[in-house]
């Protein structure tokens, strides 16, 4: 318990206001990831490459206000590393930090036995929920419809119509919920007494938590069969997915989630990146945030759409209203999906794509005339940005521009051009722009060439592309 209790720790000394939450799960092929994600200070890019050596802590403005040698940081990385396992930090100054234990631990036999819950446990059952803080909420929530039950949100002051076969509120809510089945406290043991009424339990022990709602509802359950991984629950599809998101702790979160539902995931960071990818290869699905600075992930709906992919896009947002949801529509997103989104809802979302995945195998090269044309419109892209970057004298931006186009030319097939834009990259990083004149003439001219015969061929192949997988 030393290494998750000091990275605890830390968090809650490094968050002054927000939250810190700590998960755990257990990784498909064995072992266990602990996760202490906070909304703290942060740390810089610089600090992270040195933060488990020994006596070094991140250097803000107000370390001294905190304390601390970052000792505690470089014993952790060590006990990891002696029981094989890793630590790893995702950071951002002003937003909080992800450190993520992976450890190769075996699981113990009579551990084993004690999850032999059905998923059936709970079928038929309604649980209404009153539960102050939203994490809470979702992760009882999710549970519940893991193991069969119906989860609805209960208002006190406003029962819903259909009455629920157990309540389960929470501190908070206990003073208006006079006849609650269940309470749920951080202070519970992990065993509570099903004696007692209301039973109280902690919203952390899940099994003491299902044998209180199981008790409160009068069901018996027989431990017959351990309960599945995320993986072993997932869609037996797995797709290629595209995740854009700006927050490197939603990118940690998100990211893991799919691939432990079994799913292949690409990361892009902002909305001109994820233009680059989608120009690169085939995705299943586009999860985009919509809240992103620059390019926001309505622009990036459009733009995906004005350059034909019919690939599916998914918006995850804090909040859906009217106006967004609208929004989302004249932009061409599918479906909204609102933060912090749970295993059960991703799931079910790749369920219904998964139908349409294998539906589209039938039609061999539907995507081909779509993805064409999106080479050839980044290429455009590309051009006008160097364009723009040459009238402005800006050799950086030349420059990095360049480093992105002989990427994209290099998964897109054409190598020849990549390795000529990585040396007009190169020139112009040793000597500036003038140093490249007639070369960058003849290699405009070619990029010109190469987004013509792109835009015909992707015309021709499209001509017979009917299936929109926006209504799939």
């Known amino acids: ?134 994490e809470l909420y979702q992760g009882v929530e999710q549970l519940l419809q893991f193991y069969g039950a119906r989860a609805v949100k209960y208002d006190p002051d406003a029962p819903p119509a259909t009455p629920v076969d157990v309540l389960v509120c929470d501190e908070q809510a206990m003073p208006r919920c006079s006849d609650a089945d269940v309470v749920v406290s951080a202070m519970a043991p992990a065993v509570p007494d099903l004696t007692q009424t209301p039973v109280v339990a902690s919203p952390y022990a899940w099994r003491g938590l299902l044998a209180a709602i199981a008790a409160a509802a009068g069901v018996e359950v027989t431990e017959t069969q351990a309960p599945l991984s995320a993986r072993e629950y997932a869609p037996a599809t797995q797709l290629a997915l595209l995740l854009v998101e700006d927050h490197p702790i939603n990118q940690v979160v998100m990211r893991e989630q799919l691939e432990n539902l079994g799913q292949k995931v690409d990361l892009a960071s902002d909305g001109p990146e994820a233009l680059l990818m989608a120009s690169g290869r085939h995705y299943d699905l586009v999860l985009t945030d919509l809240q992103m600075p620059g390019m926001d992930g309505f622009t990036l709906a459009r733009r995906l759409r004005d350059a034909g992919l019919a690939t599916p896009i998914v918006a995850v947002t804090a909040s859906v209203g009217p106006d967004v949801a609208e929004r989302c529509q004249q932009a061409g997103i599918d479906r909204c999906l609102t933060k912090p989104v749970g295993l059960v809802t991703l799931r079910k979302l790749l369920e219904d794509l998964s139908s349409a995945h294998m539906a589209a195998r039938a039609a061999p090269g539907q995507h081909a005339g779509g993805d064409t044309l999106l080479h050839a419109d980044a290429l455009r892209r590309d051009q006008r940005a160097l364009a723009e970057a040459l009238l402005a004298g800006d050799a950086e931006a030349f420059a990095q521009r360049l480093h992105g186009l002989a990427g994209a030319l290099s998964v897109m097939g054409h190598a020849l051009q990549s390795q000529a834009c990585r040396w007009l990259e190169q020139a112009v990083r040793r000597s500036g722009l003038v140093a490249i004149g007639a070369d960058w003439q003849a290699f405009h001219a070619e990029l010109e060439q190469l987004a013509d015969g792109l835009e015909s061929q992707g015309g021709t192949q499209g001509a017979n592309y009917t299936t929109d997988l926006r209504h799939a």
């Open 1 to 134: 318990m030393k290494v998750p209790t000091s990275h605890f720790s830390n968090a809650v000394k490094f968050t002054e206001q927000g939250k810190v939450i700590v998960t755990a799960m257990r990784k498909p092929g064995g072992g266990v990831e602990i996760r202490v994600i906070d909304t703290g200070i942060g740390i810089a890019g610089r600090d992270q490459i040195r933060l488990f050596e020994p006596f070094v802590q991140a250097e803000q403005p107000d370390t001294r206000h905190y304390g601390g040698t970052g000792l505690g940081l470089s014993i952790c990385r060590r006990l990891v590393e002696l029981m094989s396992g890793e630590i790893r930090v995702v950071s951002e100054p002003g937003l909080g930090s992800c450190f993520t234990v992976s450890l190769p631990l075996v699981t113990a036999g009579a551990a084993a036995s004690a999850d032999a819950w059905p998923r059936t446990a709970l079928r038929g059952l309604t649980v209404g929920l009153s539960v102050t803080l939203r």
